[in-house]
């Protein structure tokens, strides 16, 4: 449910008698911050799994096709009772 101008005004006021006026601008300062960090956070993990890619085999498949069992493998192993077959 989206805010609407009213909604926005009401937390704001309720905020501001939380916390008090001089804490608001280090409230939004920490905030702004932590959203920054987390961001960084995700873009540095999303570039690490690139770098840690399996690079294309000699067959010109797709990377790591031949070390990994087939959904319909591992549905099979499980039916009958076994373990799925990791290469």
Do not use: H, W, Y
């Amino acid at each position: 449910m989206p805010f609407g101008g009213v909604e926005l005004i009401v937390l704001l006021v309720i905020i501001l008698l939380f916390f008090g006026a001089k804490r608001v601008p280090e409230l939004a300062r920490s905030v702004g911050i932590g959203a920054r960090e987390l961001k960084k956070a995700a873009s540095e993990e999303d570039e690490e799994r690139e770098s840690k890619a399996v690079p294309q085999g000699a067959d010109g498949g797709k990377p790591g096709a031949a070390s990994e069992a087939s959904p319909s493998e591992r549905d099979g192993a499980r039916t009958e009772g076994r373990e799925p077959r990791d290469n």
